[in-house]
C-alpha cells in the first residue's frame, strides 16, 4: 500500500555530517508524518525526528541542534541532516510514515516503515 525507501547512510567519523532521504510511494494522495527512528544494537527502536504535513516537528533530546528533518509534501519524501555524529549515533535509521490519505477520502490510520539504512560512525 505504502512503501518507503530510504538512501544516504554510510560510515563517517565522528564529526562528520551525513544526510538521509527517503521517498514514499504507492497509493498516496497525503501523509499525516514522516519522520525517522533509529536503532542501535543491543537498543530498542527510538524516535528521531518527525514532521507532520502542517510541519509540526518533534525532535529527540539526543540529536536536538545537531539533526534537521525536513520534508517535501508534495513529492512525500523526508530528508535528515545528520551533523556532528558521534559514535553513539550509529543505529540502522528507518524512515516512517504515519496516517496516510488513499484516493476516495479514505484515512489509513497505520504506520509504515521502510527496511532502514545504516549510518556508521567511526570514532
Known amino acids: 500500500q505504502v512503501q518507503l525507501v530510504e538512501s544516504g547512510g554510510g560510515l563517517v567519523q565522528a564529526g562528520g555530517s551525513l544526510r538521509l532521504s527517503c521517498a514514499a510511494s504507492?497509493?498516496?494522495?497525503?501523509?499525516?508524518?514522516m519522520g525517522w527512528y533509529r536503532q542501535a544494537p543491543g537498543k530498542q527502536r527510538e524516535l528521531v525526528a518527525s514532521?507532520?504535513?502542517?510541519?509540526?516537528?518533534t525532535c529527540a533530546d539526543s540529536v536536538k541542534g545537531r539533526y534537521t528533518i525536513s520534508r517535501d509534501n508534495a513529492k512525500n519524501t523526508v530528508h535528515l541532516q545528520l551533523s556532528s555524529l558521534t559514535p553513539e549515533d550509529t543505529a540502522v535509521y528507518f524512515c516512517?510514515?504515519?496516517?496516510?490519505?488513499?484516493?476516495?477520502?479514505?484515512?489509513?490510520?497505520?504506520?509504515?516503515w521502510g527496511k532502514g539504512t545504516l549510518v556508521t560512525v567511526s570514532s
Open positions: 516512517n510514515a504515519y496516517g496516510v490519505w488513499v484516493p476516495g477520502s479514505r484515512f489509513v490510520d497505520m504506520n509504515f
Open positions: 504507492g497509493n498516496i494522495s497525503s501523509i499525516n508524518g
Open positions: 514532521r507532520t504535513i502542517t510541519g509540526t516537528t
